[in-house]
């Protein structure tokens, strides 16, 4: 399996700041994915981040809102721009495998819990 | 566009009976599809995968079904204990243009297995 870290693990943040949060891998991985879930909900896809191209966004979110990086195949970042009330939600990051036993399998970092005021 | 329904938000079972979740899907012929756990402030944990061309697969106490005709999945956990209350997430693998892309979850079933 993969073992996936996120900084920061919570933050609560005022309206109209950004936050930046990053998620590291301990080996390297093509596909990286950005994940939301928002209270009492189930996770929804934001983005996929694949290094060396740009980042493909799920219907619903954009670029401007949520940028992403990818600079190298173990590391990826997620911003939260101008914040408002309704981006407070849990930010996961995840990991697919694309070959060997563990191929289509994903594993999940342990989230970044955001509270917007 | 995809939709995954699992069954129940909640469900309790009593302690050493087998608990079953249900997840239907439509708009869709997977090639694969997941199960997770989910525990309170955590990220979803892996626990089995299942392909189109397979009926049934085992890990530990866990059973999962795929019916591709039906386009349903059963989650079997056998001999339920309390630390196995948790959130069971079921997930279908996306297709974008370019390929496999992600997941789409359903809601989740909170699970509580009574002592």
């Known amino acids: 399996s993969a073992v996936i870290s996120q900084k920061p693990s919570r933050d609560i943040c005022q309206r109209g700041t950004s936050l930046t949060i990053q998620c590291q891998v301990d080996?390297?991985?093509?596909?990286m994915f950005w994940y939301r879930q928002q209270p009492g909900q189930s996770l929804t896809l934001i983005a996929t981040?694949?290094?060396?191209?740009?980042?493909?966004?799920e219907s619903g979110f954009v670029i401007d809102k949520f940028p992403i990086s990818r600079p190298n195949l173990t590391f990826s970042t997620l911003t939260v721009s101008n914040m408002s009330p309704e981006d407070s939600s849990i930010y996961l990051c995840?990991?697919?495998?694309?070959?060997?036993?563990?191929?289509?399998?994903?594993?999940f970092g342990p989230g970044t819990r955001l509270t917007v005021l | 566009s995809q939709k995954i329904e699992q069954n129940s938000e909640a469900l309790n079972i009593q302690e050493g009976k087998t608990a079953t979740l249900t997840c239907n899907y439509t708009?869709?012929?997977?090639?694969?599809l997941q199960w997770y756990r989910q525990d309170p402030g955590r990220g979803p944990v892996f626990l089995l995968l299942?392909?189109?061309?397979?009926k049934e697969k085992r890990k530990e106490r866990l059973k999962v079904t795929f019916d591709t005709t039906l386009k349903q999945s059963l989650f079997h956990i056998t001999a339920s204990q309390p630390a196995d209350s948790a959130t069971y997430l079921c997930?279908?693998?996306?297709?974008?243009?370019?390929?496999?892309?992600?997941?789409?979850f359903g809601k989740g079933t909170h699970l509580i297995i009574q002592p």
């Open positions: 299942i392909r189109e061309n397979e």
């Open positions: 981040a694949n290094q060396g191209s740009e980042a493909t966004y």
């Open positions: 997930a279908l693998e996306r297709w974008s243009g370019g390929g496999a892309d992600g997941l789409t």
């Open positions: 995840s990991v697919e495998r694309t070959d060997g036993p563990l191929a289509d399998e994903q594993f």
């Open positions: 080996s390297q991985v093509t596909m």
């Open positions: 708009n869709y012929s997977p090639a694969y």
